[in-house]
């Protein structure tokens, strides 16, 4: 089973700030199948990135993904009020699928 | 619209059994594979089960193992999750999850050009395990 490890666990930024969240793999990713979710309370997980770097139908362009293997990053470019929510990454290559833990980015 | 429906949840006692289902619209629902993955209050997401379009691919976390079957009717659009000897950790909000890859022998594939992995949601169901 591939761990997925996700830091910090909770980020403090302001509107207008750059986030970035990081999201680490016991074992390589296959072939980079890694997404990241939003979720906001009360609400199911919304894909946001695909493939590691792909952004999902509508997502806005300031968030992007990066990454391969063991280490991906998910960046917010400028943070919108929207944009404060419990963020999860996971992987999908392989069966058990897995999720890390969540970063909750939530208002300074 | 492309839409998942999440039914059956609610309060049942320990050791008991519940039925989910999952009403699918707006899409070819035999095409996809899907999955159901949990949320224990105030918890992450956990992955619980998948099934491949044609029910020949099937997986369980090890938490569920033994207690939970998935299953689907293609010609009702509709999935479902029997669950079985329910315990305290079961409580969560179940949502079920549209997967447009396929996967064999714990590995899993994209079907096309992309693979986006768990695209649709639900909106989920609540359990809830009393004793």
Known sequence: EIVLTQSPGTLSLSPGERATLSCRASQSVSSSYLAWYQQKPGQAPKLLIHGASSRATGIPDRFSGSGSGTDFTLTIS??????????????????PRTFGQGTKVEIK | EVQLVESGGGLVQLGGSLRLSCAASGFSFSDYAFNWVRQAPGKGLEWVSYISSSSSTIY???????????????????????????R???????????????????????KGSYYYGMDVWGQG?????SS
């Open chain 2, 125 to 129: 169901t609540t359990v809830t395990v």
């Open chain 2, 88 to 110: 305290d950790e079961d409580t969560a909000v179940y949502y079920c999850a549209r997967d447009d890859g396929y996967c064999s022998g714990g590995r899993c594939y994209p």
């Open chain 2, 60 to 86: 369980y976390a090890d938490s569920v193992k033994g207690r939970f079957t998935i299953s689907r009717d293609n010609a009702k659009n509709s999935l479902y999750l029997q669950m079985y000897s329910l």
């Open chain 1, 78 to 95: 400028r943070l919108e009020p929207e944009d404060f929510a419990v963020y999860y990454c996971q992987q999908y290559g392989t069966s």
